[in-house]
């Protein structure tokens, strides 16, 4: 039975894969870091602390990673208020999913990224329970962060549904017992492998109905 829907944050609710991707190259080419192909990838999920380590240790950065932290997450909080990068139907597929469960959410965001952008998008009310993982002890793909979103809904992971786009969100859901619906994101998709352990899997978040919710829940 479920119990509480779970949404990821980037790349699904906020078309912010590709900003975090600019944010962080332009800063590691000002800092005279090494920036490659692979870097928003590979940081993709991890917390806060996660990848301003990688940026510090892999991009050659020579800010402590805090101070990293830090100048990320203030051209981020300047991005957000010139313009949020909703994803179409982003607004309304949360409130349809919250007349029915109660919400989470479930995020690699740093917490003033989280409570910037739900309060811009007029949704903070109707999250019950919203976890950074900066806030646990390790990113996605661990499940640490959908299992404390669980923990402070107050319901079993077996009894929640998550919605995620990304790779490593998917691992993270499934790590945690949760049911996943995946939600692709269109310029990171997961690989097919990764699709196949999602319940079921969505083209727009216009296709998130509370019946696609309980079909996935029923899903072996």
């Known amino acids: 039975m479920i119990e509480a829907v779970v949404f990821d944050l980037d790349g699904l609710l906020l078309d912010t894969e590709q900003v975090w991707d600019e944010v962080r190259e332009a800063l590691t080419r000002d800092r005279g870091g090494r920036w490659h192909e692979r870097a928003q990838a590979d940081m993709m999920g991890m917390s806060s602390t996660e ?50 469960w109660p919400l989470g959410l479930a995020s690699s965001s740093n917490r003033e990224l989280i ?14 329970a919203t976890v950074s993982s900066e806030e ?10 959908y299992l404390e979103a669980a923990r402070r809904l107050g319901v079993r992971p077996e009894n929640v549904v998550a919605i995620e786009d990304s790779a490593n969100g998917i691992r993270s859901a499934k790590a945690g017992g949760m049911g996943v619906i995946a939600i692709p994101n269109p310029h990171f998709p997961p690989t097919d492998d990764v ?26």
Do not use: C
């Open 115 to 128: 409570d910037l952008a739900l309060e811009l998008m007029g949704l903070a009310d109707l999250f019950r």
């Open 195 to 220: 699709l196949t352990q999602a319940e079921l899997v969505l083209e727009s978040l216009e296709e998130l109905t509370p019946g696609a919710v309980e079909s996935a829940s029923s899903r072996p």
């Open 51 to 100: 990848w301003s380590r990688y940026m510090h240790d892999e991009l050659g950065l020579s800010e402590p990673p805090e101070e990293l932290n830090r100048l990320v997450v203030e051209r981020m909080q300047e991005r957000y208020r010139d313009e949020l990068p909703l994803v179409d139907g982003a607004v309304e597929a949360v409130r349809r999913i919250g007349v029915r």
């Open 136 to 145: 646990v002890e390790r990113g996605k793909p661990a499940p640490d962060v």
